[in-house]
């Protein structure tokens, strides 16, 4: 079923904020294999000039895809989540995240198209704190595939 | 931010120090605990065959994760990198023995920027084939 293009450049209002855990911020660390002392030890952040742990550049995917999720499940939307396939992912950053940093993140409906028989749809993840300082960016486009594709 | 790397130091060609990573079926089970992502198609080969993959496939955010270390081993504060963006191209598949599979990362400085920013490409390959499309980031630079 093809997608509904008029929810391009729908937004979606944040949802309730996330709150970074230092110890969330070393779990995924752990979890990627990466000893990084930036993501571990708050000493070696803050030898940085971070005020506590810093996330890993990919942690954003995890308020993002949440976020996402208020627009991939829009029913009005028409996307049949089990035939999606992750089919890129960027992220800008002002600065990373670190442990403390209460978060909030808009999504954006920035692109939807069609092509051989696949449905694609790009979403923004405006991260910013819940003051309004602007923190990351996250752009994912997702692959919806087509039944005879 | 502290890149230990200094722009003066890096020219179009610097290949950065490679790495390989491996990704066995408790990796995948932790990264899933970490990062939220539970679809099955990450654990559960009865699914993953069901929709036609070739086995248990990694997250693609996992791929992403470990290819970018690399470039923040290379710069050693991870907050240099200011843009990261890839495609998945191919699904990288974790077989259910001992090894899993192996992801081989490579990376090299594709252009100068202005404020001691540089681009960087990054080739990210599991047996022998390449899994990531245009995986780029731009770090800056002391």
């Known amino acids: ?149 | 931010m502290t890149s230990t790397v200094r722009f003066a130091d890096v020219a179009v060609g610097t290949e950065l120090p490679e790495a390989s990573f491996a990704v066995d079926r408790l990796t995948l089970v932790k990264y899933a605990g970490a990062s939220g992502d539970f679809n099955t198609i990450h654990w559960n080969e009865r699914i993953a065959l069901e929709v036609g993959l070739p086995d248990v496939i990694a997250h693609g955010m996992l791929t992403m994760a470990e290819a970018i270390r690399v470039v923040t081993d290379w710069v050693g504060d991870p907050g240099a990198v200011i843009e990261y963006g890839v495609r998945f191209t191919r699904p990288v598949a974790v077989p259910d023995d001992d090894s899993g599979a192996t992801l081989a990362v490579s990376a090299k400085v594709t252009e100068l920027l202005e404020d001691s920013c540089v681009k960087v490409a990054i080739t990210c390959k599991s047996q022998d084939q390449t899994v990531l499309g245009r995986a780029q980031a731009i770090v800056r630079l002391a």
């Open chain 1, 1 to 149: 079923m093809a997608l509904n293009p008029e929810f391009i450049g729908r937004t979606y209002p944040a949802g309730p904020s996330y709150v970074v855990g230092r110890e969330k911020i070393r779990e995924f660390a752990r979890a990627v294999g990466d000893a990084n002392p930036a993501y571990l030890d708050p000493q070696a952040a803050q030898a940085l000039g971070y005020p506590d742990v810093i996330a890993p550049p990919t942690f954003a995917i995890v308020l993002s895809l949440e976020a996402a999720n208020a627009a991939l499940f829009d029913p009005e939307l028409g996307l049949d989540y089990s035939r999606v396939v992750h089919g890129e992912q960027s992220f800008a950053y002002t600065r990373p995240i670190h442990a403390g940093d209460e978060l909030i993140v808009t999504t954006v409906i920035e692109n939807i198209r069609s092509m051989a028989g696949n449905d694609m749809i790009t979403t923004k993840g405006v991260i910013t704190t819940v003051d309004g300082e602007p923190v990351a960016t996250a752009t994912s486009m997702l692959v919806s595939r087509g039944e005879d594709a």
